[in-house]
């Protein structure tokens, strides 16, 4: 018996796969299947018109490459975190030579650049690209647009390139210098620790293993954490010295001359959160009172990851256990959308043995109840027969 | 009309203040309740608006709820018409009512603001629209809803003098930068919103009256008009509104309205008026009103 089963469990998981396919291709839309793109440019498509989309598997993947997460994308049907698991999977297959240098970030090309804490900043204020002030009217006219037409009518709208930028110092490095931003309260690393080889070790990961874990969290989760921490479960309420959003060069040593040399560009947010505290400052002795930062970033224009990022490292670094978010162990283990999925999902898996197991012990202790319950009556009966 | 004229792509068609009656209704039977038990704060249901959550969601709400066709409004944002989040609120409101937007604060019936009360003097029948992002004064010490709602319902304070005493202990003052807490009509304690303490004065007996919208949070509380709004403080360490000695507006040389900052390279400040409508009256300058399309 149990051999059919295993025989007829690798069936099933065979055709279980090719319904995902079926399914993947529009099988159950009963459409039509030869009007359908080649999946290349369906891939295609989701570079170009999924952005947010592509954006968040490789940050949640930790693992920048937008044409393998547009193909993981169309691969998981739309399922972001399936997605940025598909692609952390391959990540694993591949070398990790050696770190990159920081990023420069004011080498970036910016494509978006703003300060909530101050009116003017020097090097101005860049809205981008940005659904912030759009009106969340569903836009059904979409059916009938022609991408190339609105595309050129967009084009001739924002008129011609300026040229370049100002410098755009950083505002939180302003604010350092004029003595007014803390000290960290760990000293810097030589190295940052990579996660994926070096495990995470408790009470107190280094600063920097807890920004990659933070910086590949599900979008989802990193959210709702910073949301507890900024509306009362918690004390993290900062004030973005600036959110910026632009391309980066990425440099690494030459392994023979020692300098540094461009090997690629990738796309990042960045974000700096002076922790003010929204409402009181708060510190210790006599020392003058100084505002501590949190730091967020994230491939991609992915604005919220790097804000809700910033506000976690501050809980984080404060170390007080005041609310979930500021629970170092909570917060850095369950932050990663692809072990909580995982394990969620592995409830789907057998667990007959488990069960028979459980279902034993019911029996035992049901049966022994059932038994104290009868002598209690027996008793009972007894007593009334006097 | 010029700019303010950007109209919203592919708007759908929707009945006037965009909110379906029901909704209407709901928010105004919360304002009528806020106004009659002034700084309660009144749940009520709090749809989606096509305006992010935290961006003013409950204010326009109010703004929506109680425009009439006649109401002129006026949309500010830290006291700036001109900052992306006051304009695009003003192009949601112009369009989906009509009604003729001003920057003239003695102008407008209904002013909706983020985090300032205008300087310039405000009149019986002017509404003020704070957008609140923190209903509840007293949620930075106590997380639960259950309990601080059971604290205002008693007048229990206790915690919060000890959390303001507990301030002057340390810091030789009381700590609170924005959000101070102010005790209305001599019963609740209420959160004025982000605005600078030196609005907290303007607040006190005004003509006006005061909405607050929490949208995110689902509560409408409000100050009725000639209300006493009194900052909480001590005798002895009393309320101060922010110190402007030695600072004037770069543009306007107002020393007698808040002053912004404006960074400069190196990290230089320069000051200029919050209020934007206030400092281009004390230049001479004509503030001007605008309307969207025809309803």
């Known amino acids: 018996m149990g051999y059919s089963v295993v025989r007829g469990g690798a069936e099933a998981m065979q055709a279980a796969e090719e319904m995902l396919d079926f399914a993947r291709l529009g099988g159950l839309d009963r459409g039509d299947a030869e009007a359908a793109p080649p999946t290349s440019e369906v891939i295609d498509m989701m570079l170009r018109s999924q952005r947010s989309a592509v954006d968040r598997i490789m940050a949640e993947a930790g693992f920048y490459a937008p044409r393998l997460a547009a193909t993981a994308l169309v691969q998981a049907e739309g399922d972001a975190i399936e997605a940025s698991f598909i692609l952390r999977s391959l990540r694993a297959s591949l070398p990790r030579i050696e770190p990159a240098l920081p990023v420069e970030v004011a080498k970036m090309r910016v494509l978006r650049r703003i300060s909530s804490a101050f009116k003017e900043v020097p090097g101005g204020q860049y809205l981008g690209p940005t659904r912030d002030y759009t009106l969340r009217f569903l836009r059904r006219a979409l059916e009938d647009e022609l991408p190339a037409a609105r595309l050129s009518e967009v084009i001739a709208a924002l008129g011609g390139d300026d040229g370049a930028l100002p410098e755009m110092p950083r505002v939180v490095e302003m604010l350092r210098e004029m003595g007014l931003i803390s000290q960290p309260p760990e000293p810097p690393e030589e190295e940052p620790v990579d996660i994926t080889m070096q495990p995470l070790r408790f009470p107190r990961p280094p600063r920097s293993a807890r920004l990659q874990a933070l910086a590949r969290g599900e979008t989802g989760m990193l959210n709702g954490l910073a949301y507890s921490s900024l509306r009362g479960y918690g004390h993290v309420h900062p004030t973005l010295g600036e959110l910026r959003v632009g391309a980066v060069p990425v440099r690494v040593k030459h392994p023979q001359w020692d300098v540094p040399v461009d090997i690629g560009e990738v796309t990042l947010t960045l974000c700096d959160g002076i922790i003010s505290g929204v409402a009181m400052v708060t510190a210790t002795g006599d020392e003058d009172i100084r505002l501590d930062l949190g730091f967020g970033a994230s491939f991609g224009q992915q604005e919220a990851r790097a804000i809700s990022m910033a506000i976690l ?57 059932a038994e104290a319950r009868d002598a209690e009556s027996r008793a009972n009966t007894g007593e009334m027969a006097e | 009309m010029t700019e303010m004229q950007a109209q919203t792509r592919e708007a759908p068609a929707y009945p006037y203040g965009y909110l379906d009656e029901f909704m209407k209704g709901s928010v105004r039977v919360a304002i009528l309740k806020a106004v009659c038990i002034p700084g309660y704060q009144v749940p009520y249901v709090s749809e989606e608006v096509p305006i992010a959550r935290g961006y003013g969601s409950g204010g326009l709400q109010i703004t929506l709820s109680i425009i009439g066709r006649e109401d002129r409004f006026k949309v500010i944002d830290e006291g700036d018409d001109e900052t992306v989040n006051a304009q695009n609120l003003r192009r949601m409101i112009g369009t989906v009512t009509g009604n003729v937007a001003t920057r003239d604060p003695a102008r407008a019936t209904i002013i909706q603001s983020r985090h300032k009360v205008p300087e310039a003097p405000l009149a019986e029948g002017q509404i003020v629209v704070l957008q609140s992002a923190f209903p509840d004064a007293l949620r930075f010490f106590e997380r639960s809803e259950a309990v601080s709602r059971q604290m205002h319902a008693e007048g229990d304070y206790a915690k919060l003098w000890l959390r303001l005493y507990e301030s002057v202990i340390d810091h030789g003052e009381i700590m609170i930068g924005g959000r101070y807490p102010v005790m209305v009509g001599g019963r609740y304690v209420l959160d004025p919103t982000h605005v600078p303490r030196w609005d907290l004065p303007m607040m006190d007996n005004s003509p006006a009256l005061f909405l607050f919208g929490a949208g995110r949070e689902k509560r409408i509380y409000a100050i009725p008009p000639y209300t006493s709004v009194v900052p909480l403080g001590f005798d002895d360490h009393p309320f101060r509104v922010e110190q402007q000695e030695g600072r004037a507006c770069l543009l306007c040389q107002s020393t007698d309205s808040f002053l912004a900052p404006v960074l400069r390279m190196g990290g230089a400040y320069d000051w200029v008026c919050s209020d934007t409508a206030y400092c281009r009256a004390r230049r001479g300058e004509e503030l001007e009103d605008a309307q969207w399309l025809d309803q």
């Open chain 1, 313 to 369: 490292d501050g809980c984080l670094a404060e170390g007080t256990s005041d609310g979930p978010a500021d629970d170092m162990e909570f917060v850095l283990y369950h932050i990663d959308g692809i072990e909580s999925l995982g394990f969620v999902e592995h409830l789907k898996q057998p667990h007959y043995m488990l069960f028979a197991s459980v279902m034993d012990r019911l029996a035992g202790a049901n049966a022994r109840r």
